[in-house]
């Protein structure tokens, strides 16, 4: 994202506002919280931040390399080849596993080929 800085006409301050991480656009104001969902936030009323009511600028800003989602439709099937497999650490040894508790016994029994 890019954002063109030459709209923009007056620098703000909002004191405190690195103290909040989610923020929600409501009608009357910005609906702040340390933590999303938790409480019902503090809202500050657009006319305490802006003057006339109005923004002091105006952010245009531009998305690039988007592609528009695709929506894909069908089953998930599960495929004998995507089974996790475990490899015996020992060095010189080739034996594969399917489970990490199959793996763990061959280990502590030191059959290694």
Known sequence: MTI?????TERSTWTGISSFSN????????RVWKAFGVGDGTIFQYDNLF??????CE?????SDYTEPVVSTGSIQRSDSLVS???????????LF???DELSRHLSLGRHN
Do not use: A, H, L, R
């Open 23 to 30: 923020f929600k656009y409501e009608e009357n104001g910005i």
């Open 4 to 8: 063109d800085e030459s709209v923009v």
């Open 85 to 95: 497999q475990f490899c015996c650490t020992e060095e010189g040894c080739t034996k």
């Open 98 to 100: 399917k489970t990490d």
């Open 59 to 63: 952010v245009k800003y531009t998305c």
């Open 51 to 56: 003057k006339d009511n109005k923004p002091q």
